[in-house]
């Protein structure tokens, strides 16, 4: 009996380990859209367009949830002039997130 519960939880801490590992997938896929899309608003292309899109990326390991996000992007909107607001981040960030978690599960 003891093996069956150690079997089991062995399968759930998998599922745990697998469950967050997609979730930081799909963060990370949602902010290199989110980068993307903010490098075409202000007039990026090429590999500048791809470095901002990463340092976006990367701006999410500051902390926990997307406040870190919200906060990089907003500062780079205003050092730009960019009539970006902060709603339409967060409109943003929503919408991408669906289709990151599309691209993650489709296996893009």
Do not use: C
Request: cysteine-free; proline content about 1%.
């Amino acid at each position: 009996m003891a093996d069956a519960f150690s079997d089991r939880e062995k399968g759930f801490e998998a599922k745990y380990k697998l469950d967050e590992e997609n979730l930081f997938k799909v963060e990370a896929r949602r902010n290199k859209l989110l980068g993307e899309w903010l490098a075409f608003q202000f007039g990026l292309s090429g590999d500048a367009a791809s470095q901002y899109a990463k340092e976006v990326v990367v701006a999410d390991l500051d902390e926990p949830g997307h406040e870190d996000v919200v906060r990089k992007v907003m500062a780079d909107i205003q050092t730009r002039g960019s009539k970006v607001t902060e709603e339409e981040i967060r409109a943003k960030l929503s919408e991408l997130e669906s289709v990151a978690v599309e691209q993650i599960t489709a296996g893009d």
